[in-house]
Each structure stands twice: as C-alpha cells, then as structure tokens.
C-alpha cells in the first residue's frame, strides 16, 4: 500500500499537510511512539503515528525530527489532531516538501488501530512472500554447514534472496571484516565514509540513503561491535526492514562460527607463546607447532603492549585476522604479547589497538631466540611508556636512562632491587609491592597503609628493612630516583632476566 492509497480510502478522513511528493512511498507496516527520538523506533517502510507529545516546538527541533526520521526511512509521519502536537512550524512543512516525508493528519477521535488494520490488510500477501523469503534466508545458514559452503557464499546468497550486494566492514576503518571478502569499490566506499559522517549518531545502526541514482543501506550486525552491513540494493526501492534484520542476524551468527573457530586456535597460540617464554619447548617442535599457526620459523616479530580493560586480546587476535595477518597472543603480568611475522605492518599494529596505546616492538628473532624477542619488545615498549612516542622498535644502539638495552637494565635491577626481590621470595614477604606504592603515592605511609589495607607502623617497617636491604635512605631524592628508575627497568625486562 502505498501513502496516497492509505490517504484515499475514505473512511479514515485522512488529510495531508506537507509532503506530496512523497505520495508514492510504500509502506511495509504502521508503528505508534510517543518516545522521545522518534526516528530510533523506525524501520525503512514504516509509517509512524503519534500524539504529538515527541514533536517539538521550535523549528530547528521540528526540522531534526522530520531529517532524522527520512535517514531512518520512514515512509510518513501521522499526527493525531486536537491531541498534544505543537503547531508546525513552516520550516517543518518546508523540510517536510523537500525530503520528501508525507506529513499526515489524523482526524479526531480516529483511533490509530483503524489505520494500522488498513494497512495490514493490504499487506497479507506482502507478509506471506516476507515469511517464505525469510525462511530461505535461515536455510542458508543451515546449508554453510555442509561441505563446501563458506562464509563468501553465505553473504553471496542472502545478496540474491534481496536482489543486493552485500559487504561486511569494519565501521571504524571500512576494511572487511574478513579475509577473503571483496572490499568495497572506491565509490561505494567514499559514498558510506561521506554519509556515516553526515548521520547523527543516533540512525547510524540502520540508515537508507539515496542520492541521485545511487541507494544504499547502513545497519550494525548483531552481538558483533563495529560490524558494519552495506546493502547495495539492485534497484531504488528500499529492502523490506524486517528481512534486512532477519538477514543481519543470520549474518551475525555466520560471523560468530568464524569466532568459534579461533578461539581454539587462541587458545593453543597462547599455550604455545607461554611455554617459548619459559623455554619448556624444543626448536623443532616449536618450528612444526609455528607452521599450525600459519607462522614462519624464519623471521618473527615479538609485540607487547600494556594490557588495558578496553584492549580484549581476543578481539585483537581476530582484527588481525581479519587483516590477514595470523598472530599468536598471550596475556600475563600486566602485558599484551604477540608473535607475528616480520613483514607484519607497523601501521596495522598501531591501527588495531587503541588510540594513543604504546607498543615496544622486538628485532626480527628466529624460532630459537623467541625469549630474546620478548626481552626486547619488552624494553620497547619502557622507551615507549617513558617518552611518549606511540610505537618503539628496539635497538641495541638505543639509550633510555642511560641504560643501552635490556642487559644494562637487568643489572640495574638486580643491584638495586635484587636483595629486595630476594628477601620477598626467602621470606614470602611483600616488600617489593610495598616499594612500588611506596613511589608510586608521594612516599606516604598513610595512603600506602589504607591501599594495602596494611596497619601505617607495618608499611614503617617495611620501608626501614627495605632501607637496610638496598642501602639507600628513601627520604633522599637521589635514592628515590635511583630506585624508581629500577622499577622502570623491572617492568621492561623480561621475567627471565629478574632476579
């Protein structure tokens, strides 16, 4: 049913008030909201109705809702009259004739029920082809189990159900979301970069948009953040909403095998890293166990980074995937490990972890020198954290504190906290923690005291034994200094080479 049928059929006494060019819209179902941002409740083929308590008074809000609910691709708004509705502005008629969005009004005591009833009426057929499409839709899900069937195929045949190309990218960069899949052609990428800028924030998860000749719909993909669905649509008209989510969601579920599947590979990768750092594997294992990960024993690249609540290592595993890069991860002590090929780019590191994260990156190691790669991006990424630079390669010629390299730091630590270390491990003391908080909190007992939930004359003593272990008095800056400058090598050393 079309917005000029529903306005012809003369026992709802609708009227139009703006809009006339947008007489032709078809419209896939009615929905009542009286919310406020009408446009979050829409669909594309909706024709929304209210009372008129969302709408706003002044112009420049009535123009935002009429703009916001033609991204959100509804086919018409419908007014109650004599209800709660502000007068309309003439900007909103303007804006109302130029989108175009049919601006009805409703007659009173009419009850939106008839209207929706009309319209359901004339949809019977079109909701009995929606359920058969949709069905479809789900059976090619069950078919990609089988044999054969990928994940391109998936996305290939739910494009035919719809008569449309799909794309899954990643909305952050516009890359696909995974290996293997057709990047966007440069139009189409320009086109979605230009109009997700231009979307409020509140319709970029499903926004139609058509300029000229070209049409196109942005939706998010459910249980998967930054997934992002471009739908091509063969024609002008827009796609049914309803089978536009139904196809997301089963593209969701097509993204979530993919997941699955690499979470065993995580798994493994992290077991495999752990037992390198420890060196409880032998070269030629570790060779064959490399060629699993899609890894060369050749040159490889150790990546470490500061482990942050934002920073999921599983989320990071996949985004490199997804760029085609394999990679084996590891969590531990406060740290993000990576074991990647040599040729990995620098750019794409900095790209799939957060804004602003430092990274220390090791030198090429081969499979027998795995330990000294973690030494060294370990010492990268110190330089990184105390001067402020994004990413850090490590290099032997390189002078931070003083200290030429991670050798230089190990023995700074073992002279000036390696009798601390000691006493710790010898006497299951936490004297060491008690240091740090020690630096870390202006050198005051009390707050040192209230964080390690410790009595203030226990932190007292500490820090007297800690004075006659390391032969330093802490209340003299130069013996601060020299122990918060060990600290800094402690974390940007390997465990290995800690005391």
């Known amino acids: 049913m079309s917005v000029k049928e529903l306005l012809d059929e003369p026992q709802l006494g609708l009227q139009l008030v703006a809009g006339a060019q947008g007489l032709g819209h078809s419209i896939t179902w009615a929905h009542t909201s009286d919310l406020p941002s009408l446009w979050e409740w829409v669909s594309p083929g909706v024709l929304l109705m209210t009372n008129g308590l969302s709408i706003p008074s002044n112009p420049a809000g009535q123009v935002h809702l009429a703009q916001a609910l033609a991204d959100a691709g509804a086919v018409a708004l419908a007014v109650g009259e004599k209800m709660h509705s502000p007068d309309f502005s003439d900007e909103f008629l303007k804006a109302c004739d130029s989108l175009p969005l049919p601006l009805v009004s409703v007659p009173y005591p009419l009850p939106f029920m008839a209207i929706s009833r009309s319209i359901a009426e004339a949809s019977l057929l079109e909701e009995s082809r929606r359920i058969k499409q949709t069905a479809r839709i789900y059976d090619l899900l069950r078919k990609a189990t089988t044999p054969g069937e990928t994940w391109s195929q998936l996305l290939e045949g739910i494009g035919r159900e719809i008569d449309a190309r799909l794309y899954v990218v990643d909305d952050r960069c516009l890359h696909t979301w995974q290996p293997g899949d ?249 004297f060491m923690d008690t240091l740090r908080s020690y630096l870390e909190n202006q050198r005051s007992a009390q707050k040192v005291a209230a964080l390690l939930f410790v009595h203030r004359q226990t932190i007292i003593y500490r820090i007297r034994r800690i004075r006659e272990l390391t032969g330093l008095d802490l209340a003299e800056s130069s013996a601060v200094a020299q122990l918060w400058l060990a600290f800094q090598a402690y974390e940007a050393i390997g465990p290995a080479e800690r005391p």
Not at 337 to 365: M, N, R, W, Y
Request: net charge negative; hydrophobic share 40%; with cysteine.
């Open 182 to 430: 057709a990047a966007l052609p440069d139009d189409v990428l320009e086109h979605v970069r230009r109009i997700s800028t231009e979307s409020t924030a509140e319709t970029r998860h499903f926004l139609w948009s058509s300029d000229g000749g070209d049409s196109m719909m942005l939706m998010d993909i459910p249980t998967h953040p930054h997934a992002l669905l471009v739908v091509l649509p063969a024609g002008n008209a827009q796609p049914d909403g309803v089978v536009l989510l139904h196809s997301a969601t089963v593209l969701g579920l097509g993204l979530s095998r993919s997941a699955l599947s690499m979470e065993s590979r995580f798994q493994s990768g992290g077991e495999f890293l752990l037992q390198s750092f420890e060196g409880r594997i032998g070269v030629a294992e570790a060779a064959r166990r490399l060629e699993e990960f899609g890894l060369q024993a050749g040159d490889l690249r150790l990546v470490a980074v500061p482990a942050r609540s934002e920073t999921g290592l599983p989320q990071v595993h996949r985004a490199l995937w997804r760029h085609g890069v394999n990679s084996i991860c590891l969590a531990g002590e406060g740290k993000l490990h990576l074991l990647v090929s040599e040729d990995c780019p620098e750019d794409l590191l900095q790209h799939v972890f957060e804004a602003k994260l430092p990274i220390g990156l090791s030198t090429p190691v081969g499979v027998d020198e795995i330990q000294r790669g973690l030494r060294e991006s370990l010492w990268a990424l110190g330089q990184a954290v105390a001067q402020g630079i994004r990413l850090v390669g490590y290099a032997d010629e390189g002078n931070w504190f003083g200290m030429r390299g991670h050798r230089d730091g190990a023995a700074l630590v073992q002279r000036l906290l390696g009798p601390v270390i000691e006493h710790d491990r010898v006497n299951q003391t936490e």
